[in-house]
């Protein structure tokens, strides 16, 4: 088992930044991926970043790109995401994912992810 809490988000202004912290305890070092998926209200789950924790790829979702950085502490299981040039459109609970199944790629979808943590809210006002 992973458990995964999530922290550090908030409410913030359009062109604002935040940055979203994932701890991660338990089996960490059968993790092979870790993401950030996001979901607004009356959408569906979607993936904003995930990185291979073995090999380091790293995908990011095309609305995010060149805005947000996903990087991870080892020593301390945690990830993040680092988001810059926040838009409201970015308004969503945001929510961090483990995978412990192996795989070569970076999974990118809800199914491909084992555990999950509790979501932060971010907000983004205009």
């Known amino acids: 088992q992973v458990q995964l809490v999530e922290s550090g988000g908030g409410l913030v202004q359009a062109g604002g930044s935040l940055r979203l912290s994932c701890a991660a305890s338990?089996?960490?070092?059968?993790?092979?991926?870790m993401g950030w998926f996001r979901q607004a209200p009356g959408k569906e789950r979607e993936l904003v970043a995930a990185t291979h924790w073995m090999g380091g790829s790293i995908i990011y979702a095309d609305p995010v790109k060149g805005r947000f950085t996903i990087s991870r502490d080892n020593a301390k299981n945690t990830m993040y995401l680092q988001m810059n040039s926040l838009e409201p459109e970015d308004t969503a609970v945001y929510y961090c994912?483990?995978?412990?199944?192996?795989?070569?790629?970076?999974?990118?979808?809800?199914?491909?992810?084992?555990?999950w943590g509790q979501g932060t809210q971010v907000t983004v006002s205009s």
């Open positions: 994912a483990a995978r412990s199944r192996a795989t070569r790629f970076v999974p990118t979808t809800t199914e491909a992810y084992d555990y």
């Open positions: 338990g089996r960490t070092f059968s993790t092979y991926a």
